[in-house]
């Protein structure tokens, strides 16, 4: 019986149907649980909260806590996913309610139940606003312990860091949410509220774990319910996006297991066949970053407006040989996949850059991703002479990611690979520069 059970667990997890059944009955909790804090805005933590967040109903700000930052005995704060701008946003917005799930086995993603509350109490202490750290009561007392022994320490290195601090005029508290709540917490006292809210049911601990899909009067469907479905999507989506759901859902969920596999096909080459969408007025607004080096990325999350641009280089789609700059072109090859190539192309595009007068411009070519044109700008910053406002004779790791840092807080979803970044590192740090 057991082994039964397994086996269809199994199939459940690896199964279209039911993953995206199992994403809508925990979106519906999502737009249930989001109901209890008026006036709070919901977002969604990348990338697994996107697929529970419709981004009709729910903000397109930009979160990104990791799991790995909230894993027991290496919790750490992490100045490359900073969110400063959000501590900023939340205030502003009266409190923010952070959207994500977890598979089978926790309460919540590590996520939500301690790189979050570790974030809200080292940024009060460094802003000298609280001492207090608020954890869900499900962690133990030692390890609570530890994470409140490391936070004076992350918030000396925050305060240390490049990164501009927010001006917050009240300290941020977590409050805790999952399909397991039965009386909503009381969101109350001098703080900015930063809800922690799990979408996934956990199984075995007295949830009420959905099996059925009503699609209108009298119809319903069954299916097998998976905990955490929108985790892993490259595995299991078909190319599926969570846009592409939300805006299909009513069709995706009515049709049959057997021929879900082929609608969700013709989206996704609906989607790519047509032309590329056109980006919002004002997206790509070159910003600052030194005065003779801009880019233009999306809005940043504080705006620094360029002046007078003399040369535009657009980053585009990577090639596997040289040459990696045509005229104003750059192609980058991937550090993951090419990482020779990527350290050639880093020297022929700095010897290029180097070549140029007057303020310059990097933007990306349609469908080349902000992570890209960040590692790019990075390594010119650091290795072309002129570009970095505040130049230093040798570079090292730390001088690296200090410039690294006000980058990323400035476009945080375009925090470069680690692979791009290694390299980068031994890119500048060589000693043949």
């Avoid at 249930?32 to 967040?53: D, H, K, L, M, T």
């Avoid at 996704?268 to 607004?285: E, F, I, K, Y």
């Avoid at 990482?339 to 007057?358: K, M, Q, Y």
């Avoid at 002479?385 to 001088?399: N, Q, S």
Wanted: net charge neutral; charged share 20%.
């Amino acid at each position: 019986m057991e082994d039964a059970k397994a086996l269809r667990r199994h199939t459940a997890a690896h199964d279209l149907f039911h993953r995206l059944h199992s994403i809508a009955a925990d979106e519906a909790f999502v737009r249930r649980a989001v109901s209890w804090f008026p006036g709070a805005e919901a977002i969604p933590n990348q990338r697994c909260g996107n697929w529970y967040c419709d981004p009709t109903q729910t903000s397109a700000r930009y979160a990104y806590f990791k799991s790995t930052d909230g894993h027991i005995h290496v919790w750490d704060f992490n100045l490359r996913r900073s969110n400063l701008g959000l501590a900023t946003h939340a205030e502003e917005v009266g409190g923010v309610i952070l959207v994500d799930s977890t598979r089978r086995g926790k309460r919540m993603p590590d996520a939500l139940s301690k790189t979050v509350p570790i974030w809200c109490a080292v940024i009060n202490a460094a802003l000298g606003l609280s001492t207090d750290v608020f954890l869900p009561a499900f962690i133990s007392p030692s390890e609570r312990a530890q994470i409140e022994a490391r936070i004076p320490a992350w918030a000396a290195r925050l305060r240390a860091s490049a990164l501009p601090l927010p001006r917050l005029a009240r300290p941020l508290r977590p409050f805790f949410v999952h399909p397991g709540t039965r009386v909503p917490p009381v969101v109350e006292g001098d703080w900015t509220p930063v809800v922690c809210l799990c979408a996934s049911r956990s199984v075995g601990d007295g949830d009420d774990v959905p099996a059925v899909t009503r699609l209108g009067p009298g119809r319903t469907v069954g299916f097998e319910y998976v905990p955490g479905a929108g985790d892993d999507d490259e595995l299991w989506g078909r190319g599926l996006t969570p846009a592409l759901f939300h805006a299909h859902k009513d069709r995706l969920l009515a049709a049959d297991r057997e021929g879900l596999p082929a609608l969700v096909d013709d989206l996704v080459a609906a989607s790519t066949a047509g032309p590329t969408p056109s980006r919002q007025s004002g997206d790509l607004v070159p910003t600052s970053v030194s005065p003779r080096f801009a880019l233009a990325l999306g809005p940043p999350t504080h705006p620094l407006p360029a002046e007078t641009i003399d040369h535009v280089l657009v980053v585009a789609e990577p090639v596997k040989k040289p040459p990696f700059v045509v005229g104003d072109t750059i192609h980058l090859p991937s550090a993951k996949v090419s990482p020779t190539d990527f350290s050639f192309a880093l020297r022929e595009i700095a010897a290029h850059v180097a070549t140029l007068n007057g303020r310059v411009l990097l933007r990306p070519a349609p469908g080349v991703g902000p992570k890209d044109v960040l590692a790019l700008a990075l390594a010119l910053i650091c290795a072309v002479p002129g570009l970095d406002e505040d130049p230093v004779a040798r570079h090292t790791k730390a001088t690296i990611a200090e410039r690294l840092q006000k980058l990323v807080s400035l476009w945080p979803e375009g925090n470069p690979p680690r692979a791009a970044l290694k390299r980068i590192n031994e890119f500048l740090m060589s000693p043949a520069r």
